[in-house]
C-alpha cells in the first residue's frame, strides 16, 4: 500500500442525507465504517468536515445583519459539532479518535497542536481537524489542504457525492466528460471546482495530490489507496 497517512475532507452537507440539513446518524456510521476499513488496513487518518448542514458563514452574512467574520466564525462552529458528531460515530465502530479545534474549546476537543496530531496518528488514532483554520475568509477546504500539509499526509482525499471531476456539471450535461488526471494549474485556470483555489495553490506549492471521489461507493476509500483508480479523478 502506497500511502500510509492520509487526509479525508467530507462535506457538511454529506452527514444532512436526504432531509438537507441537520446530521443523519446512519451516514454518519457508514463513514465510521469506511474510515475503520482505512485504520484496520494500517492507514493513518487525518479528518476534516464542512459545516454547510448547519451554517454557511457566506449565506449568514449575505443579507449584511451579520458581518461575514462573525459568519465565519459561526460556520467554524458549526465544523465543531459536526467533529463531535463524527468522533462519537468513530468510536462507536471500535476506533480511537482524537478531536482538534483550531479555535480553542477545551471542554470539547484538543487545541490543535501540530506535534500532539501527529503522535495520535503514530500511536493508530484517528484525528478530526476542527473549526477550520481558526481565521475567517478560509474555508474548510484551505483547512483540509493545511492540516494535511501540516501532518504530512500523502494525499489528501475529497470525499463527494460525484466519482470524479468532470469538465461541466453531469447532473446537468449528458455530454459530461469525466477526467481522470488533471494538473494543478488544469484545475485552477479552468476554475473546475474540485476545491477553492487557495487549497489547490497550497496543494500544488507543496506537491500534495488531491484525489474526488465518491463517498456513496462502499469501499472506495480503501480500494483508492489499494490503487484502483476507477471511481475517482486526481489533480497533481
Known amino acids: 500500500m502506497a500511502n500510509k497517512r492520509v487526509l479525508v475532507k467530507f462535506s457538511g452537507e ?5 432531509e438537507g440539513h441537520g446530521i443523519d446518524t446512519q451516514i454518519l456510521k457508514y463513514i465510521a465504517q469506511e474510515i475503520k476499513s482505512l485504520v484496520e488496513a494500517g492507514i493513518e487518518v487525518g479528518i476534516v468536515i464542512g459545516g454547510g ?48 479545534t483550531a479555535i480553542k474549546m ?43 500539509v501540516e501532518i504530512g499526509a500523502e494525499v489528501i482525499i475529497k470525499a463527494t457525492k ?5 469538465d461541466k456539471d453531469p ?3 449528458d455530454d459530461a466528460k469525466k477526467l481522470f488526471e488533471l ?6 485556470n479552468d476554475h473546475i471546482k474540485v ?11 507543496n506537491r500534495l495530490p ?7 461507493i462502499k469501499g472506495n476509500l480503501l480500494d483508492i489507496l489499494n490503487g484502483n483508480m476507477k471511481n475517482c479523478s486526481i489533480v497533481k
Not at 454529506?14 to 436526504?18: H, S, V
Not at 448542514?53 to 466564525?73: E, L
Not at 476545491?195 to 506549492?205: E, F, G, Q, Y
Not at 488531491?210 to 456513496?216: A, E, F, G, K, N
Open 14 to 18: 454529506a452527514l444532512a442525507g436526504e
Open 53 to 100: 448542514n448547519i451554517i454557511r458563514g457566506v449565506t449568514a452574512a449575505q443579507d449584511g445583519i451579520i458581518k461575514r467574520t462573525s459568519g465565519d466564525y459561526m460556520g467554524m462552529l458549526a465544523t465543531v459539532i459536526n467533529g463531535v458528531a463524527m468522533q462519537e460515530a468513530c468510536e462507536h465502530a471500535g476506533l480511537e479518535v482524537r478531536m482538534q
Open 106 to 148: 477545551e471542554q470539547i476537543a484538543e487545541p490543535y497542536i501540530n506535534r500532539k496530531a501527529v503522535r495520535h496518528l503514530e500511536k493508530g488514532r484517528v484525528v478530526i481537524f476542527a473549526a477550520g483554520t481558526g481565521n475567517p475568509f478560509f474555508t474548510t477546504d484551505t483547512a483540509a489542504t493545511l492540516r494535511a
Open 162 to 166: 460525484v466519482d470524479g471531476v468532470y
Open 171 to 173: 447532473a446537468k450535461f
Open 183 to 188: 494538473s494543478y494549474d488544469d484545475a485552477l
Open 195 to 205: 476545491m477553492d483555489d487557495t487549497s489547490i495553490a497550497l496543494a500544488k506549492d
Open 210 to 216: 488531491i484525489i474526488v471521489c465518491d463517498m456513496s
